[in-house]
Each structure stands twice: as structure tokens, then as C-alpha cells.
């Protein structure tokens, strides 16, 4: 429904690609149409994709609607025993593979390469869309697993086409709009981008590894109007700028999420996009997508305000997005004070809440535990502290490890810094600082805890601090707690930390 | 009819088809070109047409709500008749779009 909207108004408006060669919506439509008929031909009963971002995916995404099956892009970082875990929790699944990663695949049934998915699409008579329950699933995606078994989210239809009318304007887009995506395709914000821009009408352009120089490149030749990044490629992208601004003047929007987006980082970027209006999107792959967003105007208010609330919410996820009600709980499980901190949870008609295998986990009105530990400010701004299992129990007392590290952030030394809890016979946990200086820069140990000490209650200062050239991230830009806890742990790295 | 969230609906006399956004609570006389909407998969009655009066048309991607603001409906197909609920004309929502984030 989605698409033959689009497909009926923008015809020959560029879709996909770059402006010169790339395909235009009524193309494909026709590759859609027929694409439904190449899966329902093959007997699948879904459709995965293995593979990098490009005109594959989108097609992929909803010619799987139109042929009546679910969608799984995976993880094309996976090794060969993880693909095919995946795999066979997908119901008789036609896998379209990207050529770089056919060997991991194996040799199976149904296995097509995405070169030849998308010439047989365009060559396939057309067949009409298949009749979808609102309530089947669209796309089952695998969350990342950073805490285990990758789960299998369901997002129904009735879940994406209510984000998409809850947050997009239909045709909204000018022509000549066209938008950079970066996320790798088994990223909820990759079915997100593809689903809400072509509804909007702009153009998709992906750019499949990102790199920041190339990131630059693609922006400028582009013509690109918005970009979608997690925060370590904004990272990447301002290192490689150092102090000069490059010259983009057709960006105007930046968008970031995935992650908790360092505060200097941030800064230092609307220092060098000064023409870009910077979107902050919360949102969880159980959510379809963004259901916070802070929008530019709270960007420039948070930055010229002399009042530190306003202020602060530069580093807020902004208010929720129409048809989301937000509550914040404490440990009992009912509604926390204002203002206070406690579990975030959700309810509206894009939350799915449902896991393949494991059925719905929301509560009897509706609501679904993101996990995440949030507080809301008096005029609705949502601020996320971190995964609520991440939270430090040392001594009794909880400690939220973002706090610590947006401390940690402002020293001038340092560029990076994680806090995590490592077990201790004395406190339960012992709260560790693992931090990353500059190039050039020492840091001293002692003098770092001063400064946080300085900052906050003498509770919450690290007992440790050990010092890395880098931190674990995700290909995401989810930093990996569990690999630097286990780091931690071992009986070699106490030797070796620096222990006060 | 009763109404229900993310709900399709056609017209017996034109093209247009609708998708509900935000229901109204009980029954509701929903009509395009002044017969009753009927759901997308329900064929029209034979023999009817647009009604005078009722033929102002409606626009693909725009979201249409009633007096009291409650309603809203979004146009998936456009067509000839217009919009009403109650023989009222549903007026056009003003549209204040979000920053685009993904």
C-alpha cells in the first residue's frame, strides 16, 4: 500500500541510487511486482537477505509484503554457524546473498545472489500484491545479541504502516531531496529509512562501508540533503574534519541514534554543520524504529540557553513521536515520582513487543519494557541513562554508568571512556573506568578521579581506571560492555589496572 | 460502523480508499460522494453514484478529520466524492511534519 502510494505520485522521481543511474519510483514499483512473483515461484515462505545496503534491500523489503512473507535481513558480519542458526529459524526461506558472502552460506535450497534477484525482478511478469492480515509479520528482524541469543523481533504490517503515518508526512519530501543511509540493512533504521523516505518521497542513496572520508565525498557530490548516522560514525566523520568545516551546502539535516551519543562529540559537530538542522532519534527495533525524536529547534534552543534544564537537553532523546505513551517505573513496577529515574516503558500502535519463538512480552494495557533506564524532565523531554542491565549495584546503591562517563567526557584528555561494574567481594561490584586519552595526551589515574569526584558524589567516582587505546563498539555503534566487564574480570587485567 | 485503528476503507462510487488514523469512539456514518464507505475488500452496491453536492474530491497522502478534531482518516487512493461523517464534509488536517529521523 505503502509503495503503490509513492509509485502513483512520484512515477519517475528518482527512488534509489544516485541521481544519474539510479532507479526511479515507477522502476521500482515494476521491480517490486515482480520480485513478489520470483518469491511466491520459489515456494519460500520467507525471504532473507544477506548482504551490504543498496538497491537489493528496499526492493527485497517489499516485494516480500507483496508476495505475503516476512522479511530477515541478517547479519552479513555473521560467521557461516551463525548465518545458518539464523537460517534455520526462518521458515523455508528463498536467501538472497550479495556475492562477497556466498561461501558462508553454503549450498542449500533457494539461494540466489542479490545481482540476480534483481535482474529476475525486473524480467518477472508482475503479479499483484498479495492479501496481508494487518497483524502478520512484515520483517522479522535479529536483534544484535550483544546480551546473548540474537532474539527474533516480529514487526507486524499494522506496527510499520502505523510508524510510518504516525511520523511521516506523505510526499513531504521537495524534489531534489535526497538522503545518505549508512546503517547496514539488519538495522532497524534501515527498514525505517526505507519505508518512511520513499513515503515521503526522497531519495535513498547508500553508501554500503561506511568510511568517513567517503562519507564526505557522497554527501558533497550527492547533492545529499539529510544523512542518517549512529554516533560512532558522527565520531569518525568530526575526527576526520578536525577543525574545518567542510563544504557540504546542500546537507541539511543530521540525524543520529542507535546509541548514546557523546556529548562532545555533538558538540563539536554543530560547530562543523552549522547550516544542518541535528534530529536525535530514540527508538528500539521492538518499536519499529524512532518513537523520541529531538528535533533541531530543541537543538538550537538546549545550545543558546542560559538555563541549565534547557540546557541539558542537548542531551536528551526529545519528546515522544504521536501515538506513544511513555511511563517511567520504579523496581515495584508502578509509576515513579517525576522526574525520577526508573525502567522506560512504551505503549503505541508501532510497538511490536512480540518475539519470534517467544510470543508478546507486552503487559495486560498494552506496555512493553524497553529495558532501558530513563527519566522524563517537567516538560517531557526523555533522557535514557543506559541499559537498565548495565546499571551498577555497588554497595547497595544503584549507579548509572552514563552519568559517570558523561562526566568523564568533558576531561580534556580523554576521548572516549566506558564505566562498568566488575565483581568485588567488598561492594558487590566495584565501579571501573575504562577510559581512552587523546593522541599525544597523558592521563593520569589519580587526577581523573579527582576530576570526577569534583563532579559528583564520592559514591560514584571509579574505584579504578585503566587506560585503553580504544573501546569494543559494534559495527552499529553499540559499545560492547560484556567484552571490556569480561576483560575486566580476568585474574590478569587486576594485575595490570591500575588498582587505588 | 464502528471504527478501529489502522481499519481500510473504500467508496461505493469513486476511487478514493482511506485508512483510519484515529477512530472516533462508537458508531459512525462515514461517507464518500454521499454513500456509506465500506470496508476495502467488500465490493460496492451496484447502481449508485456520486451525489450532487458530495463530489468535492479528496487528495492521496492528506489527512482529513471532522469538526470536533477527533477523527482522522488518510487518503491511500484518491477519488471524486467527498469526505463526510455524520453528512458533515471532513475538512483537511493541517499537517505539522516531524523532523525526518531514519
Redesign the interface.
Known amino acids: ?1 505503502l509503495l ?2 509513492a509509485a ?2 512520484y512515477d519517475s522521481r528518482a527512488a534509489l541510487g544516485r541521481e544519474a543511474d539510479g532507479m526511479s519510483y515507477e522502476s521500482l514499483r515494476r521491480t517490486v511486482a515482480g520480485g513478489a512473483g520470483v518469491i511466491r515461484a520459489s515456494a519460500a515462505g520467507s525471504v532473507a537477505f544477506i548482504g551490504l545496503n543498496g538497491p537489493a534491500f528496499p526492493s527485497l523489503l517489499m516485494a516480500s509484503a507483496a508476495a505475503g512473507v516476512p522479511f530477515s535481513p541478517l547479519n552479513y558480519r555473521l560467521p557461516a554457524d551463525g548465518l545458518a542458526e539464523l537460517l534455520a529459524r526462518l521458515d523455508r526461506p528463498l536467501v538472497v546473498v550479495d556475492e562477497a558472502f556466498e561461501h558462508a552460506v553454503g549450498t542449500r535450497d533457494r539461494v540466489m545472489t542479490s545481482g540476480a534477484w534483481l535482474s529476475a525482478a525486473r524480467e518477472a511478469p508482475e503479479v499483484p500484491a498479495a ?1 496481508v492480515a ?1 497483524e502478520d509479520c512484515a520483517v522479522l528482524l535479529f536483534t544484535s545479541g550483544t546480551t546473548g541469543r540474537p532474539k527474533g523481533v516480529v514487526l507486524r504490517h ?1 506496527n510499520l ?2 510508524y510510518v ?8 519530501a521537495d524534489l531534489g531531496e535526497a ?1 545518505l543511509v549508512s546503517v547496514p540493512p539488519y538495522h532497524v ?1 534501515a527498514i ?2 526505507a519505508l ?2 520513499l513515503y ?1 518521497g ?1 531519495r535513498m542513496v547508500y553508501l554500503p562501508n561506511f568510511d568517513p572520508a567517503a562519507w564526505l565525498d557522497i554527501v558533497a557530490r550527492e547533492g545529499i540533503t ?1 544523512a ?1 548516522v549512529v554516533p560512532t560514525m558522527l565520531a569518525r566523520v568530526v575526527d576526520e574534519l578536525g577543525e574545518t568545516p567542510p563544504e557540504v551546502p546542500t546537507l541539511r ?1 543530521i ?1 543520529y ?1 542507535g546509541a548514546r551519543m557523546p556529548a562532545t562529540v555533538l558538540e563539536r559537530a554543530l560547530r562543523l554543520f552549522p547550516a544542518a ?1 541535528f ?1 536525535n ?1 530514540y527508538g528500539l527495533t521492538e518499536t519499529s ?2 518513537i523520541a ?1 529531538l ?2 529547534e530543541d537543538h538550537r534552543e538546549a545550545l543558546g540557553s542560559d538555563d541549565p534544564a534547557v540546557r541539558a537537553r542537548l542531551t536528551s532523546a526529545g519528546r515522544p ?2 501515538g506513544i505513551d511513555v511511563e517511567v517505573r520504579g523496581d515495584d513496577g508502578r509509576p515513579v515520582a517525576d522526574g525520577d529515574a526508573g525502567e522506560l516503558w512504551v505503549r503505541g ?1 508501532q510497538v511490536s513487543g512480540v518475539y519470534e519463538g517467544i510470543g508478546s512480552v507486552l503487559d495486560a494495557d498494552g506496555w512493553f519494557p524497553t529495558r532501558d533506564r530513563a527519566r522524563v524532565d517537567s516538560a517531557g523531554y526523555l533522557f535514557i541513562e543506559g541499559r537498565a542491565d548495565d546499571t551498577i549495584i555497588r554497595g547497595g546503591e544503584n549507579v548509572a554508568p552514563a552519568e559517570i562517563e558523561d562526566v568523564l567526557i568533558r576531561h580534556p584528555a580523554l576521548r572516549d571512556a566506558a564505566v562498568v561494574g566488575v565483581p568485588d567481594e567488598e561492594w558487590g561490584e566495584r565501579i571501573v573506568a575504562a577510559v581512552v586519552p587523546y593522541e599525544g595526551t597523558t592521563a593520569d589515574a589519580d587526577e581523573i578521579r579527582a576530576f570526577v569526584r569534583a563532579r559528583l558524589r564520592g559514591s560514584r567516582t571509579p574505584d579504578d581506571i585503566v587506560i585503553r587505546d580504544s573501546l569494543p563498539y559494534s559495527p552499529t555503534g553499540k559499545l560492547l560492555r560484556r567484552e571490556i566487564v569480561a576483560e575486566l574480570s580476568s585474574p590478569a587485567a587486576v594485575r595490570t589496572s591500575e588498582r587505588m | 460502523m464502528q471504527l478501529k ?2 481499519a ?1 476503507y473504500r467508496s461505493q462510487v469513486c476511487q478514493t480508499e482511506i ?1 483510519v ?1 484515529r477512530p472516533l469512539p462508537g458508531e459512525a456514518d462515514l461517507t464518500c460522494g454521499g454513500h456509506r464507505v465500506v470496508d476495502l ?1 467488500e465490493s460496492p452496491a451496484a447502481g449508485l453514484s456520486l451525489k450532487e453536492g458530495a463530489d468535492t474530491g479528496n487528495a ?3 489527512r482529513y478529520t471532522d469538526a470536533s478534531g477527533t477523527l482522522e482518516l ?1 487518503v ?2 484518491p477519488g471524486q466524492g467527498t469526505l463526510a461523517l455524520g453528512g458533515e464534509p471532513l475538512v483537511l488536517k493541517e ?1 505539522k ?6
Open positions: 500500500m503503490d502510494m502513483s505520485a492479501d494487518d499494522e504502516v502505523s503515518i504516525g511520523t511521516v508526512e506523505f510526499a513531504s538522503v533504521a525505517g529509512s518512511t523516505n515521503a526522497r539529510g542518517m539535516s540525524a541514534g538542522g534530529v532519534a524504529s524512532t525524536v528535533t533541531p513521536v504521536p500502535p | 485503528i489502522g481500510r485508512i488514523v475488500k492521496l497522502g492528506k488518510l491511500t487512493k499537517a511534519p516531524l523532523p525526518a529521523s531514519d
